[in-house]
Each structure stands twice: as structure tokens, then as C-alpha cells.
């Protein structure tokens, strides 16, 4: 399990800098820029077992940039709720994240997807951080998404420090939104343990 740990620690470090260097792939083409959109997600979390479930309520509104390196910015504002072993609690969740997008073709693409935030849950309070590439291919209106993110927190317990697989399906209802199916499961990134899955849905309108 150690090293599996190192593997995949190491693929993303090498991925994210490959994208962010990488002469031959070239950033997608953002030609809608400022236009705002805005995200709304519900996520069901089942930690590992069934042994404690979190249900979670995100809003992320953002706005397209004219920047060569950046061409997203979203805010996240984030809720949820815990039952675990008859004890409930509840988690807020503030975060800014930063996006870059890469063209690989005409229906392949890479995503680059970075995010700092605040955690705030009963009296633990704590910063973190994560860094997310992705693979997306689209068949029609469909674009399926598999991606990694590495997520570390800072002056927190070791059991905030993941490793996420994520996968699944998006839809685009019209020109201006679109319906996201994601499966994620964690692992804790000391121990290997497996943490939790968690299954989400999100909508996005754009403006």
C-alpha cells in the first residue's frame, strides 16, 4: 500500500506540472470570457462500512477569465451535515479555486483544477488545499470525466490528507446548462485505509 501511496502522489505532482509546461498541448479555447455561471451540488458521503454519512450542499458561482493561465475563477460555499454512531455535526466550507483548460482535440480535453479553502467543524477550524487533473472525451452532448485529486490539509489531523479517484458523466441541457454525475472514493494518504465513496450530482447555469 506504501507503494501505491508514492505512485499515485507521484503521478499527480508529474501530471500537473506536464500540463502547466508542456509545449505540444495547447489551452482550450475560452472565447465567452466573463461570462458567470453558477453551480449547485449535492453530495451524499458514506464513510467507509456505512460507518458515518454526510450529506453536503455546495454553491460555486465563478466567472470565465481572459488569461492565458487562468480561465476560471469560482467561489465555493459549502454545507453539510454528519451522522456518525448517533452523534450529528455540522461542516462549513470556504474555498477559492482556480481552473485551466488544455485541448487535446476536437472532443478530448484536459482540465487542471486547483482549490485553497477554510474548514470549520465544532471547534476543529483548518485551512486545505487540493490540486485535481482531469481526462475528459465527449460523445455528443455527453462528456465523460475520470480525474485524480491530491488533497492535503494544513495544522489538521492526518485523516484530512486524501487521495480521490472521480469519475462519470456530464449532460448538456442547452447552450447555458448542464447536469454532472460524479463517484468518488477516497483513501486516506498515510495509511491507504479506504475513507468513504460519495455520490454526487451538480447542476451549472451559465449567464
Not at 499527480?12 to 449547485?40: C, F, H, Q, V, W
Not at 476536437?106 to 490540486?131: C, M, W
Not at 487533473?133 to 492535503?152: F, H, N
Amino acid at each position: 500500500m506504501t507503494r501505491l501511496h508514492y505512485g499515485w502522489k507521484n503521478w499527480a505532482k508529474a501530471t500537473g506540472l506536464a500540463l502547466l509546461l508542456s509545449p505540444g498541448i495547447a489551452p482550450a479555447d475560452e472565447n465567452e470570457t466573463g461570462k458567470a455561471k453558477l453551480g449547485i451540488e449535492y453530495e451524499l458521503e458514506n464513510g467507509a462500512r456505512n460507518a458515518w454519512q454526510s450529506r453536503s450542499l455546495t454553491l460555486s458561482p465563478g466567472i470565465k477569465l481572459d488569461n492565458p493561465w487562468i480561465h476560471m475563477v469560482e467561489a465555493l460555499i459549502e454545507g453539510a451535515h454528519e451522522h456518525d454512531s448517533g452523534e450529528r455535526s455540522t461542516e462549513r466550507k470556504l474555498a477559492i479555486r482556480l481552473r485551466h483548460n488544455f485541448t487535446l482535440g476536437p472532443d478530448a480535453r484536459l482540465v487542471l483544477r486547483a482549490l485553497t479553502g477554510h474548514a470549520a467543524q465544532g471547534d476543529e477550524k483548518y485551512f486545505y488545499y487540493y490540486l485535481e487533473p482531469s481526462y475528459r472525451y465527449a460523445i455528443g452532448p455527453v462528456e465523460l470525466m475520470l480525474g485524480y485529486r491530491y488533497q492535503r490539509a494544513i495544522d489538521a489531523g492526518k485523516e484530512h490528507d486524501l487521495h480521490k479517484l472521480r469519475l462519470g458523466p456530464s449532460f448538456d441541457l442547452s447552450e447555458n446548462a448542464e447536469l454532472e454525475f460524479r463517484w468518488a472514493r477516497s483513501w486516506n494518504m498515510h495509511t491507504g485505509a479506504h475513507v468513504s465513496d460519495a455520490y454526487i450530482v451538480e447542476g451549472t447555469w451559465r449567464f
